[in-house]
């Protein structure tokens, strides 16, 4: 950590694509970061979908995954009670918190861009032969490496977009039941008012009934990631549901075994603390926790619209697994060593040309959050992926619409 050489050093690894054409002069790198926070970029799930869209320029340009921190080649962060998930969330992190004593304060996006900037120079590739493409959380750590470092940069893809900057993420509900309208509006099997039918099926099971908590985990996780068969699949199940079939319901939003498999590929761990140290929360993180509960409570009764979540009450939501907005109640305070993702005050590079993507029919960020920004950079470009979710692209690479927008936005860099 840099604001506590004691705290030790940090190990980081990255996994370079060499260029098909060595015979002629490199013309730069295509830098990935990953999403979660806590999945790494070396990652094969990740890493040859991203391939698969860079192909038309791999033979002039190396492409370089690099891990943050805590992820993948990069001392995988282990906290076994989050990565199990067989204990609550709550004792997960404060177990996880005591696991990595002051070491919690290295794991920032601030760490994770001084990481990046690096291994930049340890590889002595020039930033204006370098492309940054960053997908979820990696637009988040983008913009944070674009604010400290990116002058000179060639370029920066920014997919699936978030300023995270409102700690109640009020734009992604109200995100997902626009995507559930549009998307059985244009299927060819699907009529009738499919957010009404939602709605009474959360109703019918009780909004605070496990079935239900499974269905928003649902609706704001992989239905946004298959859009828009996931949307449409969920329609489907919950119809049949309405005449009393539920089984399908079940089965299509059923979360599978606790724990999240190994940390290497991803880590709970690094996830919470990137989260809990960074992210905005309705609650003064210096505050003690009984406050904290006090604050937040406060917040809930003073938040507006109260129908903003309906049929879920505000209170519900808030606590509830699929808005997850209270799970950091517990972790510790920040201290004078931790850096801001973005320093306050500053401003993103005037020349850095910048194509930021939303998923028309994403939930887990949103077209809103993505115009924000998008905002931000002078030379911005949004493009709005039609019928499509979250980072559409490394889903469905030889499919979605993002990448021909992706490689046009490529070709436009190497005039």
């Known amino acids: 950590m840099r604001g506590k050489p004691s705290a030790g050093k940090q190990k980081i690894g990255f996994a370079i694509r060499r260029r098909g054409d060595t015979s002629r002069p490199s013309r730069g790198a295509i830098v990935f970061v990953e999403g979660g926070p806590g999945y790494a970029a070396t990652n094969a799930d990740s890493f040859k979908p991203l ?71 340890a590889l002595g590739l020039q930033k204006r032969r370098m492309i940054l493409y960053g997908d979820s959380y990696g637009t988040y750590l983008g913009q944070s490496y674009a604010a400290r470092y990116g002058k000179g940069m060639r370029g920066l893809i920014l997919s699936s977009a978030y300023p995270g900057n409102d700690p109640f993420w009020r734009t992604l509900y109200p995100a997902a039941e626009r995507a559930v309208t549009r998307s059985c509006n244009r299927a060819p099997n699907c009529s009738g008012n499919a957010l009404g039918r939602l709605h009474r099926m959360l109703r019918r099971s009780g909004t605070g009934s496990r079935l239900s908590a499974n269905v928003l985990g649902y609706l704001m996780g992989d239905a946004s990631s298959y859009a828009p068969g996931g949307y449409d699949h969920l329609n489907r199940v919950v119809s049949l549901y309405l005449r009393g079939e539920g089984r399908e319901l079940r089965e299509l939003t059923a979360p599978g075994p606790p724990g999240s498999g190994p940390a290497g590929y991803f880590s709970e761990g690094m996830y919470a603390a990137v989260v809990c140290n960074d992210y905005p929360v309705p609650w003064k993180k210096s505050s003690p926790i009984p406050e904290r509960r006090r604050q937040l409570n406060r917040a809930i009764r003073n938040f507006r619209p109260n129908d903003l979540w309906a049929p879920l009450g505000k209170r519900q939501w808030v606590r509830g697994s699929a808005g997850d907005i209270s799970a950091c109640l517990p972790w510790p305070s920040p201290t004078p060593n931790m850096q801001a993702p973005i320093p306050p005050g500053r401003k993103m590079p005037g020349r850095l040309d910048t194509l930021v993507l939303a998923g028309e029919f994403d939930a887990i960020t949103s077209v809103r959050e993505a115009r924000k920004v998008n905002s931000r950079f002078p030379r911005g470009r949004l493009y709005i992926v039609p019928s499509r979710g979250h980072a559409s692209e490394l889903y469905f690479p030889f499919t979605s619409p993002a990448t021909p927008r992706i490689r046009h936005f490529m070709r436009a860099l190497d005039r």
């Open 51 to 121: 391939a698969a869209v860079m192909a038309p320029f791999l033979r002039r340009r190396e492409l370089i995954a690099v891990d943050q921190r805590g992820t993948g080649l990069s001392k995988p962060l282990f906290c076994r009670g989050l990565q199990r998930g067989r204990i609550s969330v709550w004792r997960g992190l404060k177990q996880c918190a005591r696991q990595l004593g002051t070491r919690r304060e290295g794991y920032t996006t601030a760490e994770s861009a001084a990481d990046l900037e690096a291994v930049r120079q």
